[in-house]
């Protein structure tokens, strides 16, 4: 299915899937998947002075500061690859930030047509993270436990793969801390709008990607 002018976000905790189910959805729908935290890994890397000032923050797992990611935001979704519509992973992640998104949305005359929350327990989380091994040539994510990547230590892609340093365990706690005191009131701030839906991030993969693809599809908002 190819479906225009369909803008989604995807929340839940570290280690929930988030990414994994976005990439797979965003291609689904035909939309552009917009990982926050791999265009700030990118900047990052690159040194540059949004970067600079971005990974002091992010090593220690605390989040960058709501007006550096606002403004980076709003601009990169101005950019035509996101014209048509899009799938936001990682990004609002305080209401602070969604406050920001709305407005972007009403200025353009855009609408969320569907908020999805994936749950995992902290347990699961924990586990999920320190077994993550990612590609920083394309942002994929593999596990070594549960999606481990066909040939070891390598993606898909052909790059090498990573542990990111934010997935060693003290910083995993702090993530986790932070999530609940920054990203869980989201939860809230979305639950009664129209197209908000709740996922068990913890089953298998493809069981959660067969879910949201179907209520998705059922719920129609992306066709309107
Ligand atoms: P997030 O973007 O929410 O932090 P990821 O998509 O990076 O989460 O997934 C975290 C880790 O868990 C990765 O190693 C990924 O391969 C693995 N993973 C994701 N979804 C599942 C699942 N449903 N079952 C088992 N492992 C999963
Ligand atoms: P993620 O790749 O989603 O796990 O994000 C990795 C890290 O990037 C987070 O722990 C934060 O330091 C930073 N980050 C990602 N998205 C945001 C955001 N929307 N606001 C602030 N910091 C963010």
Redesign the pocket.
């Known amino acids: 299915m190819v479906a225009t002018d369909c803008r989604l976000i995807i929340l839940g905790p570290?280690g929930a899937g988030k990414g994994t189910q976005a990439r797979l959805i965003a291609e689904s729908l035909g939309v552009k998947h917009l990982?926050?935290?791999?265009v700030?890994r990118n900047e990052v890397s690159d040194e540059t002075v949004f970067g600079k000032k971005a990974r002091e923050?992010?090593v220690s797992?605390?989040?960058?500061p709501d007006e550096l990611?606002i403004e980076m935001m709003l601009k990169r979704l101005s950019e035509q690859d996101c014209i048509g519509g899009f799938l936001l992973d990682?990004?609002?992640?305080?209401v602070k930030?969604a406050r920001g998104l709305d407005g972007f949305l009403i200025d353009n005359g855009f609408r969320l047509d569907y908020i999805i929350y994936l749950g995992i327990s902290e347990e699961t989380a924990v586990s999920r993270l320190s077994a993550r091994r990612y590609c920083p040539a394309c942002g994929r994510v593999y596990n070594l436990q549960t999606m481990p990547p066909v040939v070891e230590g390598q993606c898909d892609c052909g790059g090498q793969l990573e542990q990111r340093p934010?997935d060693m365990p003290d910083t995993v706690l702090n993530?986790l801390r932070v999530y609940r005191e920054e990203t869980a009131p989201l939860i809230d701030y979305y639950s009664k709008s129209e197209g908000y839906m709740e996922f068990d991030g913890g089953k298998p993969g493809e069981e959660v990607t067969g879910d949201i693809v179907k209520s998705v599809l059922e719920g129609g908002r992306c066709d309107e």
Do not use: E
Not at 35 to 38: E, L, N, T
Not at 90 to 94: A, E, L, V
């Open positions: 570290p990982d926050c935290g791999q700030i923050h992010m797992g605390g989040l960058v990611i990682g990004f609002p992640r305080t930030q934010d993530r």
